[in-house]
């Protein structure tokens, strides 16, 4: 089994930054597309950001120019960077990764529990 544990959630002014980090665990062989996703009361989930294995990233056009996806392939973490914050940016963001458990196995898609990030004055 994968987990995937996201950190780094918390309450920000309008203007601030926060840092948001997953770490994926369990039976990991390899690790395809990694990326973040976002939920706000009585929405619809949506795609924040998204890296591949390979480092190519791709943005949501809200957060161009203010996120920043990163990750570390040797310690499997994806990270997000989020500064400009405002209020439309308080939701609850998910982590989310497709994980081979084994070599003669396929890519299976995992999400993280979340976490929340509330912009507010």
């Known amino acids: 089994q994968v987990q995937l544990v996201e950190s780094g959630g918390g309450l920000v002014q309008p203007g601030g930054s926060l840092r948001l980090s997953c770490a994926a665990s369990g039976s990991i062989f390899s690790m395809n597309g990694m990326g973040w996703y976002r939920q706000a009361p009585g929405k619809q989930r949506e795609l924040v950001a998204g890296?591949?294995?390979?480092?190519?990233?791709n943005y949501a056009d809200f957060v161009k120019g203010r996120f920043t996806i990163s990750r570390d392939n040797a310690k499997n973490t994806v990270d997000l960077q989020m500064n400009s914050l405002n209020v439309e940016d308080t939701a609850v963001y998910y982590c989310n990764a497709d994980v081979r458990s084994r070599p003669d196995v396929g890519y299976r898609n995992y999400w993280g529990q979340g976490t929340q990030v509330t912009v507010s004055s």
């Open positions: 890296i591949s294995s390979g480092g190519s990233s």
